[in-house]
């Protein structure tokens, strides 16, 4: 059996109904009476290139296109922004294999098959009945250097093991299955601007639903090297000639009319310049300081550190990471081939900031739908649960412990792990002190939930 067969069917069409909810014109495949759709759902999308910077982008959203271009320069001209990226771990990860209690009685008789040897993981040093996944080594090594808040059984109440309508949740940053507009996507509406698409940047074939806004553009591209310049009918050395040529009428003029063109034009050939490692002849070119590994997620993850680094105005990026984690059957090695390449991606991406010199500006969110059932089932995998794990990764994370692991002794009623943290919770917390946003503004109910010191 080839291990796509693996996920449940359900876990197949909510897959299905995103891709094609991003995709105009497309019709949506049949769901479940009651399942909520997807946010951004019938969001307007425009497909163009900036004539200034030949960005290749699919815009969503209202706005008029002949404002980006100026949008784009304007904001890259202005002071740095705190950066969120969102990574999504697809399926609903195990969060009893991601950090795992080896030594403890109960999780040896739930898991004759599944149970990971305590020897074989790092032991997590803010529990240490807690061992890390054998593949999450890079993961536990920022941890140790305290760049990494752990969330051992982050989840919401009265869970819902649907991955239709827990990722719901979490994409639209509440318990609402009729909410169309995405959490990050609401931040950028009360924060963003008319004229910067870049603000909210999907990093896949489709806009991810938690950047779906209301008002204010936000884009998607597939892979970095879609950044481009171009110039009809004029290419090779002629177009570089032409646009040098472009480069000294961003000198400052006494007029203040022409000055702000003059200072547009600056802007468009500093990024021009900046951008040149995404032409479409440079392949991988994106300068990174560190070697990452072979992979479309790792690909992505260098060409984000190159867009930030080459002075886009980027402030929320959301990006799927590789791997199977809908893990209904053999399980051992579909968990540990995502949580490889995941955790080592993400430890080159974070040493690539670092070395860049923007670490500071960039915080990472890992999550997942929903964790796994405490007790494997016949077909050496394990079913749909209710708290799962997450991470916070980035040198300004505080690097504590984010709720506690709530141990397998006193399971739900599903048998599932009880959720100590909540997801709304954690947003409420990274909109405060890390976007400076009022969250009562982007979280329905943000009052209510406990807020947890985030940064150093």
Not at 380 to 388: C, R, S
């Amino acid at each position: 059996m080839s291990r796509s067969c693996h996920h449940c069917d359900e876990f197949s069409r909510a897959a299905m109904v995103r891709r094609s909810a991003a995709e105009a014109g497309r019709g949506l495949p049949a769901i479940e009476t009651g399942m909520p759709m997807p946010a951004g759902t019938g969001l307007d999308r425009r497909t163009f290139v900036t004539r200034s910077f030949g960005l290749a982008l699919s815009v969503y959203g209202l706005g008029k296109l002949k404002l980006f271009d100026e949008g784009i320069a304007r904001a890259a001209s202005g002071p740095a922004q705190p950066v969120l990226v969102s990574v999504f771990l697809p399926g609903g990860t195990d969060s009893l294999s991601v950090l795992y209690p080896g030594l403890d009685s109960t999780y040896r008789r739930l898991r004759p098959q599944l149970k990971l040897d305590p020897a074989q993981g790092q032991v997590f040093s803010e529990d240490n009945r807690l061992y890390w996944h054998p593949k999450l080594g890079p993961i536990a090594t920022l941890h140790a250097e305290g760049k990494v808040s752990v969330m051992p059984a982050v989840g919401y109440t009265h869970p819902d093991q649907s991955h239709f309508t827990s990722r719901h949740y979490w994409e639209v940053g509440a318990t609402d299955a009729g909410l169309m507009s995405g959490w990050m996507g609401r931040y950028l509406d009360h924060a963003g601007t008319m004229d910067n698409p870049l603000q909210g940047l999907s990093l896949d074939y489709q806009l991810q639903p938690s950047l779906a806004s209301t008002k204010v553009p936000v884009a998607s591209v597939a892979t970095p090297e879609d950044y481009s310049f171009d110039a009809p009918g004029v290419w090779g050395q002629v177009e570089d000639r032409m646009l040098d040529a472009l480069a000294p009428l961003g000198s400052r003029r006494s007029d203040p009319f022409l000055n702000q063109a003059a200072s547009t034009t600056a802007q468009s050939d500093r990024l021009r310049r900046q951008l040149a490692p995404f032409g479409r002849n440079n392949g991988n070119g994106y300068g990174s300081p560190v070697s990452y590994p072979e992979g479309e997620f790792p690909h992505q993850l260098a060409g984000l550190a190159a867009m930030l680094a080459a002075g886009l105005p980027l402030r929320c990026v959301a990006v799927t990471a590789p791997g199977e984690y809908d893990t209904h059957a053999d399980q051992p090695q579909a968990l540990a081939d995502g949580l490889e390449i995941t955790s080592n991606s993400l430890l080159a991406f974070q040493r690539d900031l670092e070395a860049r010199g923007l670490a500071g500006r960039v915080l990472t969110l890992v999550w997942s739908e929903f964790g796994r059932r405490a007790e494997e089932n016949g077909s050496n995998g394990t079913d749909h649960g209710a708290a799962g794990s997450g991470f916070l990764i980035g040198t300004s994370a505080r690097g504590q412990m984010i709720g506690e692991f709530p141990g397998v002794d006193n399971l739900d009623e599903d048998g599932n792990l009880r959720a100590t943290a909540d997801f709304r919770g954690i947003y409420s917390s990274l909109l405060e002190q890390w976007l400076n946003q009022d969250a009562a503004a982007v979280i329905p109910g943000a009052g209510s939930f406990q807020r947890t010191p985030l940064l150093k």
